[in-house]
């Protein structure tokens, strides 16, 4: 049986930004696979080069065993593709507004009319779907565009960042719906950059930083290949550079340490990788006593996907999400992304 989704060493470039360096990974059918990475890691562009949006400059990318990039026309038929954000007509209904959309999927009439109302109940739409979209809060615009794409019943869905903005009781009724989708039996490929997110609902998953693949699996093989416990330590609120070095050594002589990180951008604190099951925290703060520096926090966890992705690019998902910020021109963007 092909796999939902193959791609294999992707690239991209617009101008001289290497959006996507050479990205590989593998969709099966019927689970959730995550793209997890910060803004402008590369998932949008990896997403859109697969739904035939963008065009790669090379790399070889299949739908249910269509190449997307030979038989683009066929390749459509298989996915439903839900943007990050849909520029909706506010005076439509939400009713008129899927009637379009159907339209454009060429469904029959009378397919199109129980579509439409099968999806406006199952997204808890139906009392709303003659109100004009203007109208609607962030969650139910949300859930119309979910809707929108499940129009032609795609054997996979395609959702860019689709909880981007929504309070956490409208992400939930997404992660739920996403969940009853793979139920039924529909493959979901989801882009996020919010960790919680895919470590709730991926099945599997691929870490995405700077157009490159750090990592693949599931969020708990992922979790275990990063070994121990964690434990965070500030030495103080802000520590100066030659205390965390100092740190750094002596706590590399405790047997039970296995790795010890110096987080600049977090007002170098160290974050530890310390044997399981051990009760390293006494230990620690007595040993650091030892050498004439105190301990203003120190908290022992399990490895969470921030850890893999800490492991795999030495700093934090929230970092790498502060360093993005601020790079990047939006709008010369979306006017370039309108051409490509
Ligand atoms: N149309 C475009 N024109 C020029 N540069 C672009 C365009 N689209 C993306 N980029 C650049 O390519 C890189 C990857 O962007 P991309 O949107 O794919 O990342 P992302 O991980 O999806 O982030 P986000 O969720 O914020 O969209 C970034 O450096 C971005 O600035």
Not at 12 to 26: C, L, N, P, R
Request: charged content about 25%; some cysteine; hydrophobic content about 40%.
């Amino acid at each position: 049986m092909a796999a939902a989704v193959v791609i294999e060493h992707l690239k991209k470039k617009y101008g001289a930004t290497e959006a996507v360096k050479d990205i590989s990974f593998h969709v099966e059918k019927g689970e959730i696979f995550g793209l997890l990475g910060p803004n402008g890691a590369g998932k949008s562009t990896t997403i859109r080069c697969l739904c035939t949006l963008a065009k790669p400059d090379e790399g070889k990318i299949e739908v249910c065993g269509v190449s997307v990039r030979d038989r683009p026309k066929e390749a459509r038929k298989y996915f439903g593709y839900v943007a990050q954000e849909v520029a909706l007509d506010k005076m439509l209904t939400g009713r008129e507004l899927l009637k379009l959309q159907a339209a454009l999927y060429h469904l029959p009439s009378a397919l199109a009319r129980q579509r439409i109302e099968q999806l406006l109940n199952l997204l808890g739409l139906q009392d709303y779907g003659d109100q004009k979209t203007g109208t609607y809060s962030g969650g139910l615009r949300r859930r119309l565009d979910l809707a929108s794409g499940l129009l032609h019943q795609p054997q996979l869905l395609v959702l860019d960042e689709p909880t981007v903005g929504l309070d956490i009781e409208s992400r939930f009724v997404m992660w739920d719906f996403l969940r009853q989708l793979r139920e039924a039996g529909t493959t979901v490929l989801i882009t996020s950059h919010y960790l919680e997110e895919i470590d709730a609902l991926a099945d599997r998953l691929a870490i995405i930083d700077r157009g490159l693949v750090l990592a693949e699996g599931s969020p708990s093989q992922l979790k275990d290949q990063v070994g121990g416990d964690r434990v965070t330590l500030r030495i103080r609120e802000f520590t100066p550079p030659q205390e965390a070095q100092q740190a750094k050594q002596q706590l590399q002589t405790l047997p039970f340490v296995e790795e010890v990180i110096i987080n600049e951008a977090q007002g170098h604190s160290l974050n530890l990788v310390v044997q399981r099951d051990c009760n390293p925290l006494t230990q620690i703060e007595q040993n650091l006593q030892s050498i004439g520096l105190p301990t203003f926090s120190l908290a022992q966890s399990r490895p969470s996907l921030d850890d893999v992705y800490l492991a795999a690019t030495g700093r934090t998902l929230m970092d790498a999400e502060l360093a993005a910020a601020g790079t990047r021109d939006i709008k010369k963007e979306q006017k370039q992304a309108m051409k490509s």
